[in-house]
Each structure stands twice: as structure tokens, then as C-alpha cells.
């Protein structure tokens, strides 16, 4: 006998014998009741051994596992460094699921930067063409159609529940990394929360759970019975079975948003920075009774609807009616808190939500109008590529979180250069259309020799005026190509860390094509950015 035949046999005599010792656990089992089972009292005639568990889970339904698909999708990410270019083609996957209307959900990072999306329905072995319908970026949602009737035949949409209450069972369908069919895992919610999105970046509701989320599952719908009560979408590095998915108010809000406006405006801040009161002599100082409470506005930020309405040492004591307890939360559910922010998901762009505040120590009722609030490092492009100007051998972008990402990896946060990393954490737009200019990189050229080595440095001025954006600094670049009363003169670029680029205009000019030639750029400024005009000397 083969010593992998003794391996098959060894097995099955130890399941058998294991199955005598269940028998035999079960009819002891049968006879009396244990002493847990009395005094929990759960009525049952029959009691299940310890470590013999009854199969309470329910087998998810077919028309569930039917309205689940699998997602196919090509994809080509931008290339931040050379901003021209685009990276090699790769192909990704994750899962998503059918609604009414004759529409599917899934993430926004599943198809973020798509040059070709197809899917695939359950035990079905045909991809079908699908196409981008709305994506919400900031809440990492998707939706796609499919022109295909046949694609529909036999799917029946997918219902919304309401958010699971703790300790709720959960079940995560989907097609995760390890093999094409159709996965099922099972799991508990642990904690309803507002969390920050890592795709995003945005503060959101979110749902976490012990149920296992892996590469794959991104999309696929979060199940109770039949009913959705969210989307799975990431998990915590670092830690075992935790993963999280976006719960319905949040995929209701992105839904509600298309169909009022045809496309994704966005959730709403009010763009203040503040802190707790629950210094008491803070709130003594403040004017605030025993029974009152709220957050310091710290900050209101230029660009925020609510600058016209709130100032810096406000104290904001309730959003629609809902009272901040001093550590800046709200009233959730049960025993449950959750951070003032909540009060603002069910808001929409250009919606009013009243407020009562403390202004020296007298207190108001005001209302603001809700918007969203623009970052000055963005987190994402939104599918868009990256802005660049190309003058001279002298590479500008827009500052952006994904650049950083692309220069210094995933934990750029520490490798970064510092000034650049305050932008993100501290900076905010002052200025309509206001962007950080960088001068990304010189290329090496006769007419840059011995600025080479500059790199990553915001741009400050050229020619002695403030520079507020790529298209500022394109415009400024054509006046002196077009009114240039010294061709023979210099163009000075002044940038941080008191660092200074000087260059003839007029060569400049003259050699820029053959830089671009020589480095295989095809053109000197992005497609949203003006070309450049011909200069007139």
C-alpha cells in the first residue's frame, strides 16, 4: 500500500472513530440537559454537546447569489513622474451587485482609470460589455450599465435593509482572490462608526465586521436574508478579520444624489476646524452654562459655504436639532455615539442646515448653506490625468496626495520631503482655483545645466507675480511669448526653500521643442491646460 493510500485510510479511521465520540456525545447529550442549557433555559428538548454547535446559519438564497457578478476590468493609471505618460495596462478584478433599475454597484476603486469593463453573472461563463454610468469618489461607489438585454435574463434586483445593529450576523458575497467561483463568508458586526476611507480619504459612516474581505471582494454586497445593508470595500492592514463596508445611508445618499442632479455632487462639510470643550475651564471662559455644550470653531476655512456665517471662537452647540456633547458627538442610536459629522450625511449640495451657536456668550440660530470642501492637495484625480507644464527642460505639476504617492510610495507621509507633506496636513485653498505648483523635475539639457539637481520645491512667483495655478503660470509664460519687450532678457522662477531658476527668454523659447523631442514628450502642457502660443520673436 502507498504510503499516500495509509495517509487516505489514517484519515478516515480517525473521522470514524470522531464520529463514535460524536454519537456517543449527542446521545449523552439527548439524556439530560447541561447545566449551561438550564440556566439559560432555551426550551430545546434536545441540548448539543460542548464543541458540537448546532448549524444556525441559513444558506444564502439563490436569487442573492444570482444577483452577484464578477467584475473584469482593464486598466492604465497615470504616471505622476512623467505626467505624459501612461503606466503598462494591467488587469484587475472585484465584484458587485444588481439593483433595480437594471443597474450594478460596486467600488469606485474597481474601476478607477477603466479602459474596458466587463462582467460576468454566477455560474455563467460569458463576459458581458459594461459601461460606467456615475462614479462617487469620495464615498468609493460605482455604478455600471449593461446594454446587453441578455446580460439581464433571470437577475432580479437586490433590496436595501436598514444599518445592522451590533453583534448582527453579516454575510460578504463576492469573488475574492484564491479561485473564479462565487465566495461566501460569514461574520458579526463589530462597529458602527465614522471612518475614514482609505480610497478617499473622506470621513464616512462605515460598517466594520469580522467576516473575511479579501483582494477581490471589493463591491460585493454585505447580505442579511435577501437585503443589502452595504458594500464591502476595504479591510485594516495589520490586524486579523477586520474589515469594513459602506453602509446604506451612504449608498442611498450617492443613489438620491443621481437621481436629483444625473450625476454625483458630493457629500457636504461645513469646512471648520475645531476642538473639544471638555476643559471646564475652557467653557467657564467661553460663557457656556453647566447643561450647554459644542465644539470651538477654531477655523473657518475661506473657501467653506459657512464662512460668510461662522467665525473663529464660535461655539457650535447643535446641528439640526441634534445637540454636540463636548467631545464633538451626537445622539447615534441606543447607547451609541457618533461624531457631530453624522448630522450632515443626510444633507445635499446647496441644502440649508440650521445651527445654533454661542457668539460672546450669546447664544444664536443661524443657517448655512452646504457645499463641499475643496482640498488643496487632493486626495484623487477622479479619473483624470495629471496636470504638467513643459517649459524649457522645467517640469511643473499640480500637487496632489496620488503624485506623492507615486514618488515616494504608499507611506509618503514619512518619506516625503516635510514642506510638502504641510500642504496636506495644514494648508487649505484661500483662492478660488488656487493650486501648489511644483517644480517636479529639470531636464537635463545646455540651457538647465546646473539646475539639475532642483526638484520637488512649490513654485512661489515668476517674473515677480504670485503664481496660483498651472494655467496661471501657462498664461504668464504666453504674455512673454507674445509681449516680451526684452527677448534677449530673463525669465525668473522663484521657488520655496529659497531656491531661484533663471532663464533666457528668447532660448528658452527656441529649444523647449527640442527638449520635448528629446525626452519623447508629445506636448508641452496637458489637454485641459491652453497650448502654448508661438513666441513673436
Not at 127 to 154: N, P, R, S
Not at 237 to 248: L, R, S, T
Not at 369 to 390: D, E, F, I, N, W
Not at 471 to 491: E, I, K, R, W
Amino acid at each position: 500500500m502507498s504510503s499516500a493510500e495509509c495517509s487516505r485510510v489514517a484519515v478516515k479511521r480517525t473521522v470514524e472513530s470522531e464520529s463514535e465520540v460524536l454519537d456517543s456525545s449527542l446521545s449523552t447529550a439527548k439524556r439530560k440537559k447541561s447545566d449551561a442549557a438550564r440556566m439559560f433555559d432555551v426550551g430545546s428538548e434536545e441540548v448539543h454537546a460542548i464543541g458540537v454547535q448546532p448549524n444556525f446559519h441559513l444558506r444564502t438564497s439563490q436569487k442573492a447569489l444570482l444577483a452577484v457578478v464578477k467584475i473584469f476590468v482593464q486598466t492604465s493609471m497615470p504616471n505622476c513622474s512623467m505626467p505624459w505618460q501612461m503606466k503598462r495596462q494591467r488587469a484587475t478584478f472585484g465584484s458587485g451587485f444588481v439593483i433595480s433599475g437594471k443597474r450594478i454597484l460596486t467600488n469606485a476603486h474597481v474601476i478607477a482609470y477603466q479602459k474596458q469593463v466587463r462582467v460576468r453573472k454566477h455560474g455563467d461563463a460569458k463576459k458581458y460589455t459594461a459601461h460606467v454610468i456615475c462614479v462617487g469618489h469620495e464615498c468609493d461607489i460605482a455604478m455600471l450599465g449593461v446594454e446587453d438585454d441578455q446580460f439581464w435574463h433571470g437577475l432580479e434586483s437586490l433590496e436595501f435593509g436598514p444599518v445592522p445593529q451590533l453583534e448582527e450576523d453579516v454575510v460578504c458575497v463576492g469573488f475574492p482572490t484564491g479561485g473564479d467561483n462565487i465566495s461566501v463568508t460569514r461574520g458579526v458586526v463589530s462597529r458602527v462608526d465614522i471612518t475614514r476611507y482609505s480610497y478617499s480619504g473622506i470621513d464616512l459612516l462605515a460598517v466594520q465586521i469580522d467576516a473575511a474581505i479579501n483582494s477581490g471582494n471589493s463591491g460585493g454586497p454585505a447580505l442579511q436574508g435577501e437585503s443589502v445593508i452595504g458594500i464591502a470595500f476595504e479591510t485594516l492592514n495589520n490586524a486579523e478579520n477586520i474589515g469594513y463596508i459602506i453602509p446604506v445611508p451612504v449608498i442611498e445618499h450617492f443613489l438620491n444624489d443621481f437621481a436629483s442632479h444625473s450625476d454625483y455632487m458630493g457629500f457636504c462639510g461645513l469646512g471648520i476646524r475645531w476642538q473639544n470643550l471638555e476643559s471646564d475651564t475652557m467653557r467657564q471662559y467661553l460663557g457656556l452654562a453647566s447643561d450647554q455644550t459644542g465644539i470651538l470653531v477654531t477655523r473657518v476655512l475661506p473657501m467653506a459655504k459657512a464662512f460668510s456665517i461662522l467665525q473663529k471662537g464660535d461655539v457650535i452647540m447643535s446641528i439640526e436639532d441634534q445637540t454636540i456633547a463636548n467631545n464633538g458627538t451626537v445622539y447615534f442610536r441606543g447607547s451609541e455615539r457618533i461624531i457631530f459629522h453624522f448630522a450632515l450625511m443626510e444633507k445635499y449640495v446647496a441644502e440649508n442646515c440650521s445651527m445654533k451657536i454661542m457668539r460672546n456668550k450669546t447664544v444664536l440660530d443661524v443657517e448655512v448653506k452646504l457645499g463641499t470642501v475643496p482640498s488643496l492637495v487632493p486626495r484623487l484625480l477622479k479619473g483624470k490625468r495629471p496636470s504638467y507644464l513643459v517649459h524649457g527642460g522645467l517640469v511643473f505639476t499640480a500637487l496632489t496626495q496620488m503624485y506623492l504617492s507615486h514618488q515616494w510610495g504608499r507611506d509618503w507621509e514619512e518619506k516625503a520631503p516635510i514642506w510638502l507633506c504641510n500642504f496636506v496636513t495644514h494648508g487649505y485653498i484661500e483662492k478660488p482655483g488656487q493650486q501648489i505648483v511644483v517644480l517636479s523635475q529639470v531636464l537635463s539639457h545646455e540651457l538647465t545645466t546646473g539646475y539639475e539637481g532642483i526638484a520637488f520645491l512649490p513654485l512661489l512667483e515668476f517674473n515677480g507675480q504670485e503664481v496660483l495655478n498651472l494655467a496661471h503660470l501657462a498664461d504668464l509664460l504666453d504674455q512673454v511669448a507674445t509681449d516680451c519687450p526684452n527677448p534677449d532678457g530673463y525669465m525668473h522662477f522663484l521657488l520655496d526653500r529659497d531656491r531661484e531658476i533663471v532663464l533666457q527668454v528668447r532660448k528658452s523659447f527656441v529649444v523647449s521643442p527640442d527638449i520635448l523631442t528629446q525626452y519623447a514628450i508629445g506636448q508641452a502642457r496637458s489637454c485641459e491646460l491652453p497650448p502654448p502660443v508661438t513666441a513673436c520673436f
